[in-house]
Antibody, heavy 117, light 108 residues
Framework: EVQLVESGGGLVQPGGSLRLSCAASGFTFSSYWMTWVRQAPGKGLECVANIKEDGSEKYYVDSVKGRFTVSRDDAKNTLYLHMSSLRAEDTAVYYC??????????WGQGTLVTVSS | EIVLTQSPGTLSLSPGERATLSCRASQSVTSNYLAWYQQRPGQAPRLLIYGASSRATGIPDRFSGSASGTDFTLTISRLEPEDFAVYYCHQYAGSLWTFGQGTKVEIK
């Protein structure tokens, strides 16, 4: 069974930093693109960043470029999102996800990031 | 970037009625990598349909998806009380995934 478990969320002041983790199990982590998606309170879903299987390609939504960095450790089956210069508008539930052509999309349960003074 | 436009924004129906939700893509979606989700307040999105028309594991057969070019449809044949929620379409083919803005299915 595929499992994605996010952690690392919490309350942080504007301008601060946070690192999110996503522990993956139940599949060959190193064979898949992985993605971070967020949902601000009362809003829709937004893809934040994704990373290729070998880490050689990374993509970011414009609003986080230069502030967020996605990375992965295939030895630990873990996906990361390093977030810096956080703003109030980054407040959201952050999900990690995996998309496949054969079984669709798997999601974690999410971790809440609140940026507030 | 592929833009997904969902319609209507809100659908007011009664239990037992048929719901038809639409999602139009701004360009072709590779291999029909189009998914539909249901989301209830305070919960993570629940995958209903992937590949435009394949039901995810455990999803009742009253949920079905179809595609015609860049137009995608989610149909709920007979609404159950637990089906009143927000529904999103999602393309997962591009380098950055995109989502529709959502359709709320509410009780009339």
């Amino acid at each position: 069974e595929v499992q994605l478990v996010e952690s690392g969320g919490g309350l942080v002041q504007p301008g601060g930093s946070l690192r999110l983790s996503c522990a993956a199990s139940g599949f060959t982590f190193s064979s898949y693109w992985m993605t971070w998606v967020r949902q601000a309170p009362g809003k829709g879903l937004e893809c934040v960043a994704n990373i290729k299987e070998d880490g050689s390609e990374k993509y970011y939504v414009d609003s986080v470029k230069g502030r967020f960095t996605v990375s992965r450790d295939d030895a630990k089956n873990t996906l990361y999102l390093h977030m810096s210069s956080l703003r109030a508008e980054d407040t959201a539930v952050y999900y990690c996800a995996r998309g496949t052509g054969t079984t669709g999309v798997d999601w974690g349960q999410g971790t809440l990031v609140t940026v507030s003074s | 970037e592929i833009v997904l436009t969902q319609s209507p924004g809100t659908l007011s129906l009664s239990p037992g009625e048929r719901a038809t939700l639409s999602c139009r893509a701004s360009q072709s979606v590779t291999s029909n990598y189009l998914a539909w989700y249901q989301q209830r307040p305070g919960q993570a999105p629940r995958l209903l349909i992937y590949g435009a028309s394949s039901r995810a594991t455990g999803i009742p057969d009253r949920f079905s998806g179809s595609a015609s070019g860049t137009d995608f449809t989610l149909t709920i044949s007979r609404l159950e009380p637990e089906d009143f929620a927000v529904y999103y379409c999602h393309q997962y083919a591009g380098s950055l995934w995109t989502f529709g803005q959502g359709t709320k299915v509410e009780i009339k």
